[in-house]
């Protein structure tokens, strides 16, 4: 019987072939632009979230308790390579790295802009966050005096491989100290920090410079997906200032919450209106047909039967639209999370705010699951209101009413 | 054909309440939206500008790129004299600004420091009215620093506290002096008071060398729109080669690009909702007129023409488009004006995003008649689109045909 009312609910759903293609195009166009803006969105947040990780706070970073009010180098970690090595013998501890920092001038022989001077080492940075992807420009090496600057900071000072720097900040005695650097790279982060003022150099170099030691560190940053590690560290360095990336980055966050809560709204708004289309054309669908069922009724068909084959419509409606629809979001996301979509155009722009030219989609099961769950609910629910009038009929009624 | 339509309209109440609903919704989504993307990015540019940066800037040419004291304006009062001569300026005054270490006996920060002229600056920008704490410069001022409060954090410094300065001098000489910090100002800009102070010109300029010369004039318009106008007016009105007069537009152009970029992704989010309201407009056009194809086939047998059926059916979504839009633009135009007088306050959103440039926690919506009109012009004309296919529909059937239609 059910193979039976399976062919009747799909011969009837192309019985006005038209009207539900209409519909099937509907979802789909939907659909598939919904799944693209929602993977655009968490695709341009994730990236700079994950390269705000990689070349700069890590998962967790560890400072002094004073310093992230105050930047001064008294406030550093006085036994940074005690805690490292702590660190990496901790579970669930993937790398560590050690920063040196100062903030201070960086001029040319005709400008000068604000900088902080970032002491680093390069291997450990690569294990850490491949820092060598963030290259726009020239080679990461530290030879020679060598410095590597952020893409902003080379922009103000219009800087190019192989200019010549000097920076000046004051040391760790209180003396005004400057040294002199080549431009050896530049990087783009995407951290908008670190992308307008960050000048890198090797770390005993910014030791030396300074005046600090190989046991002192600014930072302390870790690389660590483990949920318990930060409460670990926590309890383990009381007389630190431990944070998590969402503590250093609260604007992250938000743009987190902004892109859920845009994207949840989004969602709502698109399947509320998808659900009046459907509504609209099984409505109509079903109630043109109101003899043929009353003649069904009439012949002994149970009720069930023709809700089932009712339901049965609305779902093969519902799921021809999805299906359409997921192939082109699949194909579309799939073409920006590879080749992404190109604002070159517009990079100045861009990256003076932290995002990179070209933005990259992101794709995540879930798109394609809510989306199902939503659009069979809002199939199956279009029908009730319909159903419950032919529940109500009296078959003799009808079919003399609509002879 | 109109009293036709008047008539089906009301008649066929499922469809019509249908589209009358969506296309109210849709309106009121679509202004409010346009409106809160252009206040917001409305008070963002007004907010720069507001601070320090002019309507229009007047350099030496390569100051911008190159940069480097040969590139200082040489003779700034041949200049001003000319200015003073436009109508539509309110006002312009120069300012020479350096980079440099400022210093106490034990922290030390890079900041730049700008040699103003206090009683044109008043009028010219906000940084009188961002005082914290002191009093705002005078030409007697001397060596008495106006610094940025989160400058004045860093430096752990307060009112008649010395702070050594080093730099150097316009013609490229070593520059040092002690200076007192007699006030503190706080515009919101996080990157600006972090890092700018400020001098009175008449002290600064005889420490750097300077007198008559500046990095850049600034001018204030009466009114901000006229900014290309007044600056081909002073283009000409200054006549040099050397020199390039600048409007805001390029002065913040990665500003303005980002907004544009952020326009372009509003809309693109906006376009979603726009096409999936237009396919059920348009589905349920269809149903209405699948399910009167034998009254169109009869209405063409007795002799109305296939412009005939288009205008009916224009009319039709005309109606139902007018009550919707008149209903909804009033509605739309009240929020987005309450709120452009009243911005919604999202606190903490100012220090969330302090190093984007934003300084207020109020996002205000824009209101703006221009703008209401082409908003409804575009629900007007997805409306119209909707009716193209029924009407194509409509047609592939002959008269007959048609009203044989089951």
Known sequence: MYKLILKLAWKNSFLRRVRTLLVIIMIAVSMSMMLVLEGVYDGLVKNMVDKNKRSQSGDISIFAKEYRVSRDLANRIKNADEIKAQLQSTKGVEAVVLRVKADGLLSTARKSSFASLIGIDLKEEERFGKFSEFLKEGVIDFQKQGAIVGIELAKTLKLRIGSKVVFSTQDIKGEINSIALHVRAIVQTTNIGLDKGAIFIDINQAHKFLGTTSQDAMQIAIRGEDRELYGKLKRAFPNLDVKEFLELQPMMKMMQDVMIIFNSVTFLIVMGVVFIGIFGVMYVSILERVREFGIMISLGMPYRYIRAQIFLESIVVGLLGYLAGAVLGAILLIYLERYGIDLSAFSDALEMWGYEAVIYATIKVSYFTTTFGAIITASLLSVIIPLSRIKKLNPIEVIKADK | ?406
């Open chain 2, 1 to 406: 054909m109109f009293k036709l339509a008047l008539k089906n309209t009301l008649f066929y109440k499922g469809r019509s309440i249908t589209t009358a609903v969506l296309t109210f919704a849709s309106t009121i989504l679509f202004i409010l939206y346009i409106s809160l993307l252009n206040g917001s990015h409305k008070s963002m540019l007004e907010n720069s500008l507001k601070i320090y940066t002019g309507a229009i800037e007047i350099y030496h040419k390569g100051y911008r790129d190159i940069g480097g004291n040969e590139y200082l304006i040489q003779d700034v009062k041949a200049i001003t004299d000319k200015l003073a001569k436009i109508d539509a300026i309110e006002a312009y005054s120069s300012r020479y600004e350096t980079y440099g270490l400022l210093s106490n006996k034990e922290h030390s920060a890079a900041a730049m420091v700008a040699g103003i002229e206090p009683k044109r600056e008043k009028i010219l920008s906000s940084l009188e009215s961002a005082l914290r704490e002191g009093s705002f410069l005078d030409e007697n001022s001397a060596n008495c620093l106006y610094m940025g409060i989160e400058l004045a954090k860093k430096l752990k410094l307060g009112i008649g506290d010395e702070v050594a300065f080093i730099g150097s001098a316009s013609d490229g000489s070593f520059a040092a002096d002690i200076f007192r910090v007699c006030a503190t100002f706080k515009t919101g800009s996080f990157e600006f008071d972090s890092s700018a102070s400020f001098i009175t010109r008449s002290y600064f300029d005889e420490l750097m060398y300077a007198k008559n010369r500046a990095s850049y004039i600034t001018i204030k318009l009466k009114n901000i729109e006229d900014a290309e106008e007044v600056n081909s007016q002073i283009i000409t009105m200054i006549d040099d080669e050397s020199l390039e007069s600048l409007t805001w537009k390029i002065l913040m152009k990665n500003m303005v690009e980002s907004m544009e970029i952020d326009a372009v992704f509003g809309y693109i989010s906006l376009s979603l909702f726009m096409v999936v309201i237009f396919f059920v407009i348009m589905i349920y056009g269809f149903i209405n007129v699948s399910s009167r194809i034998k009254g169109f086939g009869i209405l063409r047998c007795i002799g109305l023409s296939k412009r005939d059926v288009f205008l009916l059916l224009f009319y039709e979504i005309l109606i139902l488009t007018i009550l919707a839009t008149a209903l909804a633009a009033p509605i739309a135009a009240y929020i987005c004006y309450y709120y452009s007088i009243n911005p919604i306050v999202i606190e903490g959103i100012a220090d969330m995003y302090k190093d984007y440039g934003i300084i207020s926690n109020e996002i205000p919506f824009d209101f703006n008649l221009v703008t209401f009109g082409w908003n409804l012009g575009v629900i007007y004309l997805l409306n119209f689109l909707s009716i193209l296919y029924p009407y194509m529909y409509i047609n592939s059937f002959g008269p007959f045909e048609a009203t044989r239609h089951v």
